[in-house]
């Protein structure tokens, strides 16, 4: 269901907007509402980089704090500061492999920061007198569904939550209580959870910029167990124009799952990467790219396959994924062979010990 409001100026706080998808986000909102006040909140952890949003700080109307999504006196601060009436929740600590490795990060920022703002915006929202157009959207994830066996029908919105690793249970309780706020105080939160985006400004971490960059430094591309496990592929860009769909025309209290409709076993996808990088790069250190591909120990407790039914938004507000997953993917290498001076930083000391920690294991 929709509801139709004609558009007010909004204030806009968006968490984790140094991140991957919160910085694609950004940019995506400045574009298209460059008349409202957005405010960057983002603590500036391994994965936020501040330059990917840096020129909108001069160029729009935009404010960038670097801060705790836990600190709640600086949450007070900000919401009243700012007469925020929007919160987009981005904030995360959102890697799979870290949660198997660290979970305290996990527990702490995904449940108690979001818990920290569900709060610190329910006295603000109270205080204003409960404003009919605020809106606080939590950016959730399809992992909180658990894993489907290869003829399983895909996850929809009343799939129960079965959450496998430390991160996916961390967002499903962070789900959790966003559903709560509306139902106890009618705080009119929203939730989507979305499959896995892929674009540019993406971590090296990932998947798929990892196999980029890899292939570009003539690396070995590790992919886990027998590389069978299928993902669904949603171009971020598209991922935004859903967010923003929600935003402004679902009614509070829904979730919305968000699909790529793209699904890939993580084999066929490498050797999709492997292709276009073949094609696209005018210099390689090993050619063809697929020769550096290395069947590595798996992830510990790795989902088989993820896949959304995106019934609902298409429906209800209208959203189709615009990418398939080879048009996405083919901007998404070419921006990773234009953009070195991007990622070629993050691959400080700091990272390589953590890739060490990984993959040395995964290899043995
Ligand atoms: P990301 O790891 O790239 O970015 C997270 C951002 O949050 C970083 O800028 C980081 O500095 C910031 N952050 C971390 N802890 C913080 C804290 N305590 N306070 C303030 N800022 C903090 O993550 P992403 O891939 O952009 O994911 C964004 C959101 O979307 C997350 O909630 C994630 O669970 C969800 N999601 C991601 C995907 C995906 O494929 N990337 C898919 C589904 C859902
Ligand atoms: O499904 C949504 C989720 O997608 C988000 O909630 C997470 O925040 C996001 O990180 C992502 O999780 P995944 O674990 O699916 O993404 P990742 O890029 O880490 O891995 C994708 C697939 O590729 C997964 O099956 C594991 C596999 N993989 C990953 C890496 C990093 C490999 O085979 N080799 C690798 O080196």
Redesign the pocket.
């Known amino acids: 269901m929709q509801v139709e409001t004609s558009r007010l100026p909004r204030h806009i706080l968006i968490?984790?907007g140094?991140?991957?998808?919160?910085s694609n986000f950004v940019h995506y909102w400045c574009e298209q509402y460059p008349g409202d006040r957005v405010v960057v909140?983002?603590?500036?952890?391994y994965?936020?980089n501040r330059a990917t949003v840096a020129p909108l700080e001069t160029t729009a109307n935009l404010r960038f704090v670097q801060?705790?999504?836990?600190d709640r006196p600086l949450i007070d601060a900000l919401l009243q500061e700012e007469a925020i009436d929007t919160v987009a929740h981005?904030?995360?600590?959102?890697?799979v492999d870290r949660s198997i490795l660290g979970p305290g990060a996990f527990v702490q920022?995904n449940m108690v920061?979001t818990f920290t703002l569900l709060e610190s915006f329910r006295q603000h929202w109270m205080a204003q007198g409960k404003p009919e157009h605020v809106r606080f959207l939590h950016?959730?994830?399809?992992e909180v569904y658990g894993s489907l066996g290869a003829d399983d029908p895909s996850f929809n919105e009343t799939t129960p939550y079965a959450p496998n690793s430390p991160y996916s249970a961390s967002?499903a309780g962070s789900d959790h209580l966003a559903r709560a706020y509306f139902h106890t105080y009618g705080m009119p939160t929203l939730i989507t959870n979305?499959?896995?985006?892929y674009g540019p400004y993406h971590?090296p971490e990932k998947l798929i910029p990892l196999m980029c960059i890899n292939i570009l430094l003539g690396k070995p591309l590790p992919v886990y167990g027998d590389g069978q496990n299928v993902r669904d592929w949603l171009y971020v860009r598209d991922h935004c124009r859903a967010l923003d769909l929600v935003i402004h025309k679902a009614i509070p209290g829904e979730t919305y799952n968000v699909g790529g409709n793209n699904e890939a076993k993580n084999i066929d996808l490498v050797h999709l990467l492997c292709g276009l990088m073949d094609e696209l790069a005018p210099e390689l250190p090993v050619r063809p790219a697929n020769q550096l591909i290395t069947f590595v120990q798996d992830r510990p407790g790795h989902d088989r396959r993820y896949a959304i039914d995106a019934t609902k938004i298409r429906a209800e507000l209208g959203w189709t994924p615009a990418e398939t997953v080879e048009s996405g993917l083919r901007k998404t290498v070419q921006w990773y062979l234009d953009n070195r001076q991007w990622w070629q930083p993050l691959l400080s000391p700091q990272y390589q010990a953590y890739y060490e920690s990984v993959y040395a294991v995964a290899s043995n």
């Open positions: 968490t984790g140094a991140g991957f998808i919160g909140l983002d603590a500036l952890t994965a936020g801060g705790d999504i836990c981005l904030a995360a600590e959102s890697h920022t920061g950016v959730s994830t399809d967002k979305c499959s896995n985006n971590f």
